[in-house]
């Protein structure tokens, strides 16, 4: 049985959605010199992790990434695509409907990560350098909770759309819940994935033109604006990240894009899709877990060399531009499988 998709879309509407992420790039590339001329006058060195989530002494992080490290590398740069993209979204994009509660989380999530990127300049480079991982949970918790009360109550979302059922699966006040865990999960997982130049740049980049994409065919562009905003600010980010990167997102960056990500699956109606288009993403954050897990039931046995595994394939002796690219590549066909399967659940 074929079923045909009929889109009307008016020109101005159009253009203007694109253009948002035209001034996004833009804009992100005018700001771009004063961060680093910032970060290099106020000295906002990336301190290198010394030691592992479990405990122990990062040695095998460190003689891979020693080298890199004994330059200097500023972090925070995820604060100029968080700007572009929300001066961006105030000024052209705002919406109540659709971009207000992705813009708060964008720029909630990316206040937690920068108070983490600021211990992590201030820090004496030992130890995890950062806050700690109970407390960063606790903070991105507040922040998915504060959006999924405001997704429930204000928004009215009650329900959740599940493929193969003609109807919305109705789940009152457990949408709550579940969209802190979507939330939390992401925002995790993006920010496990940033460790290589240029890998959460364009893993995001993607994922975020997906649902760029995705909200455009529900109607919403508002969020498809939004979408197109981070995207055209990553792209930019991205130019100067590449190997070797001339800074780093830091958290700021990795916990605003994916709290961002999450809200807008769930705004989306697409949470289901998430898992797919961010498949590497999945991967990586299931990788570290996998450790973490064998090293305490199995008394210190490791599954991967290191985790991520990003680093793994970077340990059997990857360079680290391949890595890069080739989760670039999964990243881009992930996003393309994840909108094929889009389009058949909704026709």
Known sequence: MHSTLFISVETDTLIRTLLLGFMGFLLSMLITPVYTTLAYRWQWWKKPRMAATTGEKASVFMKLHGDKHKRHIPTMAGLVFLMSASIVTLLFNLDRTETWLPLAAFVGAGCVGLLDDIINIRGDGTGVAGLRSQIKLALTTVVALIGGWYFYAKLDVTAIHIPGLEVPLHIGWLIVPLFVIVVVSTANAVNISDGLDGLAGGLTAAAFGAYAIIAALEGRFGVAGF??????????????????????MG?????????????????????????????????????????????????????????????????????????????????????????????????
């Open 227 to 248: 979408c197109l905003a981070i995207v055209g600010g990553l792209l930019s980010y991205t130019w100067f990240n590449i190997f070797p990167a001339r800074f780093c």
């Open 251 to 347: 958290d700021i960056g990795s916990f605003a894009l994916g709290t961002a990500l999450g809200v807008v699956a769930m705004i989306t109606d697409t949470v289901l899709l998430l898992p797919i288009i961010g498949l590497v993403f999945v991967a990586e954050a299931g990788s570290s877990a996998l450790q973490i897990l064998s090293k305490k039931l199995r008394h210190g046995k490791k599954i991967f060399r290191i985790a991520p595994v990003h680093h793994h394939f970077e340990a059997i002796g990857w360079p680290e531009t391949k890595v890069t690219m080739r989760f670039w590549i999964l990243g881009q066909v992930a996003a393309v499988l994840g909108l094929i399967i889009f389009l058949l659940g909704s026709h």
